[in-house]
C-alpha cells in the first residue's frame, strides 16, 4: 500500500513538472482594431485615405497546468496596391512576437500586433490614367498567422485565418 501511494506521488509530480500539451490547449483569438485614419489630397487630382490598424489579441490556455515563458508570433499579409499602375500588387508581411511569462488556466491574457498602414487611393470625377489602369486602389489584409511556442520552442498552438492561407503564403519568423 505504501509503494503505492509513493509512486502515485512520483508520477503526480512527474506530471506537474512536466505538463503535456496539446495543439487545443492554447486558443489564439485574434480581432482588428482601427486605430486611427487620416484623409488626404494627394498630388494633382488624387484622394488618399489612410488607416493604421493592429489586431487585439487574445490568448486562452485550457490545459490544467499554468504554462509559462510562453511566445506567440505572428504573420499579417497585406497586399499594397498602387494607384495608376496595371502591375501585381505587393504583398508585404508584418511579423512580430509577444512573450506571456505565465499563463493560466481560463485566464486570457491580451496583447496588441505592431500596426500597419493601408491605404485606399482614388482619382477625382473625371480624371483617368492614359494606361487604362484603374481610378481606385485599396491596399486590403490578406490574412493572419499567429503560432504559439512553449519554453522549449515546440509549437502548442495556432491560428490561421483564412485556412488557405499556408497555401498561398510561406510562414516568415
Known sequence: MQKRVLLLLAL??????TPLLAVDDIKILPT?????????????????????????????????????????KYNIFYEVVELGSK??????????????????TNRPVEFE?????????????????????SKRARDRVLGVWFKAFDSTGKQIGEYINPTTLPKKQKWKD
Do not use: C, Q
Not at 508584418?94 to 512573450?99: K, L, R, T, V, Y
Open 32 to 72: 482588428p482594431v482601427k486605430l486611427d485614419t487620416k484623409r488626404s489630397s494627394g498630388e494633382g487630382n488624387m484622394n488618399v485615405e489612410s488607416k493604421n490598424i493592429a489586431y487585439s489579441v487574445k490568448v486562452t490556455s485550457s490545459a490544467f497546468t499554468e504554462i509559462t515563458n510562453l511566445t506567440v
Open 87 to 104: 502591375g501585381e500588387p505587393d504583398i508585404n508581411v508584418s511579423s512580430g512576437s509577444h512573450a506571456i511569462p505565465s499563463l493560466l
Open 113 to 133: 500586433t505592431d500596426p500597419i498602414k493601408l491605404d485606399k487611393a482614388s482619382l477625382d470625377p473625371g480624371w483617368h490614367f492614359g494606361n487604362g489602369a
Open 12 to 17: 503526480a509530480s512527474a506530471l506537474h513538472s
